[in-house]
């Protein structure tokens, strides 16, 4: 997903993986976000800053708390302002299926 911030181009890249190196009985997953250049391609290297989040073996997979949990971690990795997460959030929020949700109060109940 493309973002720009403070005018700047930037991807946000999230992936998920089945993490080998716990034993089989307790495999976890993990959500992996990434953000960099539209020129670079980070093709799974770890040279890029990243924000991960794992899934506890008990716990269901749920990619949007993973993706959440992720980027937060991300973007306090990153170390930007206020103002350029709102930018990052804002545009995730607009580009995927992932909004806030919001409740009306009506006379017959909660729409």
Not at 20 to 42: E, G, I, L, N
Not at 47 to 64: I, N, T, V
Request: positive net charge.
């Amino acid at each position: 997903m493309r973002v720009t911030i403070n005018g700047k181009q930037c991807i946000l890249n999230f992936r998920y993986e089945e993490c080998q190196y716990f034993p089989p009985d307790k495999s976890r997953r993990r959500t992996v976000a990434q953000m960099y250049a539209p020129h670079q391609k980070p093709d799974g290297c770890d040279l890029y800053p990243r924000g991960e989040a794992y899934c506890h073996p008990k716990d269901h997979f749920d990619r949007r708390v993973g993706r959440r949990l992720a980027l937060t971690r991300l973007l306090k990795v990153l170390g930007l302002e206020r103002e350029a997460r709102k930018q990052v959030w804002e545009a995730y929020f607009s580009q995927t299926a992932d909004r806030k949700t919001i409740c009306h109060k009506s006379e017959g109940g909660v729409i």
